[in-house]
């Protein structure tokens, strides 16, 4: 995106942003998840279950749900676990292996693609149990290596030993994600993260030595004690560091549905206006800095593989966001993990306990999903389409639906109206685009295709945009 555009008053304005801001799903699904109903692989649905179709998948994503970290971060939302007793991890980890097997009749010698370590902090995993966790998935799904696919990790830098780098890379790990939030020290004590700088930047500079080709930074705007000047000083120095891409993330203070959020005062949350102008602020320094602005809160540097794919229309998005390596199915393995192929999703149980008795009990965890009709294939489509390309062509919708554009989303184009006269989107000949000023409302353009959001009214339970 243009900087001239981002500093442009009559482009991307507080009152636009404000707009916008209300509550919206992220779409890294669709239908988003939480419309998923009860599901299990022990009969009783009708049909062939979603899971069937990893058998006539091409290639395969993972993802490693490892949900346990030392200490409690006060803003997280995760499915996760605070201990410091490592043995409850090296069992869970017997646990999710056992999963894995479940799968092998499930597929065929579809090979691995993208590999993903999420939590919680994998990194609390020992260097003995990670190799463990990849020998043994090794095992029972053809593990690639190379070049051509992606070994990705969550990495909590407080942490993150330097011989630990060491043996992720052995593993064929070659992206590396850090948990930063913020360097302000008195907001890093308001959240119960205090994590130096200079910690940061040695293991970027350690994990660029060792070969990892892509280093991401997670940040957070709207935090407890922030403000503008606090950002701008924390994004500064994160410039200092070059990471590769940044996800500079809105923080949804909702204490009602997450308890560690109890111990954070409400009084210290900055209010609507200061978040936008947190979010404008970050974003110039960003793009001035010359970041690719991506689209659902992601920027990468233009050299990034990221960054390129989106400029070549090449981005692909799952469970995980943004992605190079799309697969045709994604096994989700551990407590809470989605999973998904080209005729629905499931997820397993969301606590630990559950997940381990019920994989004990019949080798898998599922409990919910979503099987998904023809109308749920075309706007997934439609609204992944939208988010990685940033339009959708008339002539391919009308060959999906074999009804013209306007007949089929009559009641989608009345709701993107405000949208049009904002400057959001366009219709034309060819189809639907989004501008680079709706790159920022995404959520929003997506959401009016979203025929289980409006058919329900619930938009409420969503995170804000803003």
């Known amino acids: 995106m243009e900087t001239a555009e ?6 991307l304005t507080p009152e636009l942003l404000e707009r916008y801001a209300g509550p919206c ?6 239908p988003s998840a939480d419309r998923f109903v009860p599901m299990h692989a022990r009969g009783g649905s009708s049909g062939a279950p979603p899971w069937a179709a990893l058998q006539q998948a091409q290639t395969l994503s993972l993802y490693v749900h490892i949900p346990f970290c030392r200490s ?52 609390f995993l020992n260097d003995g149990d990670l190799e463990r966790l990849i020998l043994g998935l090794g095992e029972v799904f053809p593990l690639q290596v190379g070049d051509d696919v992606e070994y990705s990790v969550e990495a909590d830098p407080r942490t993150l030993a330097p011989h630990t780098l060491d043996n992720l ?19 890093q004590r308001a959240v119960n993260r205090i994590c130096p700088p200079e910690d940061v930047l040695a293991l970027t500079e350690g994990a660029r030595a060792r070969g990892f080709r892509s280093i991401s930074y997670d940040l957070i705007y709207g935090l407890p004690g922030q403000s503008v000047t606090s950002l701008e000083q924390t ?10 891409r940044i996800a500079l993330y809105h923080y949804a203070h909702l204490p009602q549905r997450f308890k560690a959020q109890r111990l954070i005062s409400s009084d210290l949350i900055p209010p609507p206006a200061d978040k936008i102008a947190m979010q404008l602020a970050a ?3 960003l793009t001035g800095a010359g970041y690719h602005f991506l689209g659902m809160d992601h920027f990468a540097r233009p050299d990034d593989g990221m960054a390129q794919a989106a400029a070549e229309g090449r981005l692909a998005r799952n469970f995980q966001g943004y992605t190079l390596m799309p697969a045709d199915a994604l096994i989700g393995l551990g407590a809470s993990a989605i999973s998904y192929s080209r005729d629905g999703y499931w997820q397993n149980q969301h ?12 080798g898998n965890a599922i409990s919910r999903g979503w ?18 390309r940033l339009r959708v062509e008339r002539g391919e919708v009308e060959s999906r639906t074999g009804a013209p554009f306007e007949h089929y989303f009559r009641d989608e184009l009345t709701r993107l109206q405000p949208m049009f006269d904002d400057g959001l989107v366009a219709l034309d000949e060819i189809g639907l685009h989004v501008s680079e000023r709706g790159r920022w409302f995404l959520r929003n353009v997506a959401a009016a295709f979203d025929a289980h959001l409006h058919r329900s009214g619930s938009g409420g339970r969503y995170s804000r945009v803003l």
């Open 169 to 187: 890379r052995r593993l064929g790990f070659n992206r590396l994600s850090m948990g930063i939030q913020d360097f302000n020290p008195a907001v």
């Open 72 to 123: 409690l971060c006060y803003f997280c939302a995760c499915n996760k676990v605070v201990t410091k007793r490592y043995d409850s991890a090296a069992s869970y980890l017997e646990t999710v292996l056992r999963e894995a097997r479940w799968y092998r009749d499930c597929v065929v010698e579809a090979p691995v693609t993208q590999l993903h370590l999420g939590g919680g902090t994998p990194t």
């Open 351 to 362: 606590g630990v306990k559950d997940y381990t008795a019920a994989v004990g009990g019949c």
């Open 283 to 285: 974003t110039r320094r």
């Open 6 to 11: 981002l500093r442009s008053p009559a482009l």
């Open 371 to 388: 099987k998904l009709s023809d109308d749920d294939r075309l706007r997934q489509w439609l609204i992944m389409e939208l988010m990685c």
């Open 25 to 30: 799903p992220r779409y890294t699904s669709y």
């Open 235 to 244: 994004i500064d120095i994160v410039l200092e560091h070059a990471p590769d």
